[in-house]
Every structure is written in C-alpha cells, then in structure tokens.
Nanobody, 115 residues
Framework: QVQLVESGGGLVQPGGSLRLSCAAS????????MGWYRQASGKQRELVAR???????NYADSVKGRFTISRDNAKNTVYLQMNSLKPEDTADYYC?????????WGQGTQVTVSS
C-alpha cells in the first residue's frame, strides 16, 4: 500500500508562488507515473499536471506556463512549483499515480490564493 503525504500549501496573494511536495512510501514510486490533482470547494477533483517515469510532463490548460511538475526518484517525492497564482487556483491539492491511481489518497494540502 502506497502512502502519500502532501505538504507546502498555504495562503498566498495573487501573483505569488508556492512549491508543493508529495512524499510517497514504497518502491512502486520509481516505476509509476505521477500526477497532481486539485479539488476546489463544490467541484470535482481534476488533474492539473502529470509526469511520466521518463520525466515527460503534461499540464491542464488552466495551469500551463505557470505550474511545473518534477520528481526525485531517490527521495520518492514529486513536486509542483506554482507561479503566478490566481484566485481560481484555490483548492485542496493531492498527488497520486497517473494513469493508474494508487489505492488511497493522502490528506492533501490546502492552497488559498487571496488578497
């Protein structure tokens, strides 16, 4: 069972930056594609960025050019660098596998973009 622990969220002003981290337990990390997902209040969870085992990345149109996903297999960690944040980026952010989800979600990390 893979355990996921997200961190790095917080309150930031529009235009600001945050770096999210997700630490994963288990040896499966290095052979799994990973994704960052977010869920805003009252909305469905959506995929915002993904990275393959060969470090190929893909982004939702809403974050393209502002967010960067990366991974460190030695640390079993995936990151999401978020720049030029907008109020509409406010959500709980989660990591998980992509395209295959792990069996459970972490607790997520809350990002609030507000002045």
């Amino acid at each position: 069972q893979v355990q996921l622990v997200e961190s790095g969220g917080g309150l930031v002003q529009p235009g600001g930056s945050l770096r999210l981290s997700c630490a994963a337990s288990g040896s499966i990390f290095s052979i799994s594609g990973m994704g960052w997902y977010r869920q805003a209040s009252g909305k469905q969870r959506e995929l915002v960025a993904r990275i393959s085992t060969s470090d190929s990345t893909n982004y939702a149109d809403s974050v393209k050019g502002r967010f960067t996903i990366s991974r460190d297999n030695a640390k079993n960690t995936v990151y999401l660098q978020m720049n030029s944040l907008k109020p509409e980026d406010t959500a709980d952010y989660y990591c998980n596998g992509f395209p295959v989800l792990f069996g459970s979600w972490g607790q997520g990390t809350q990002v609030t973009v507000s002045s």
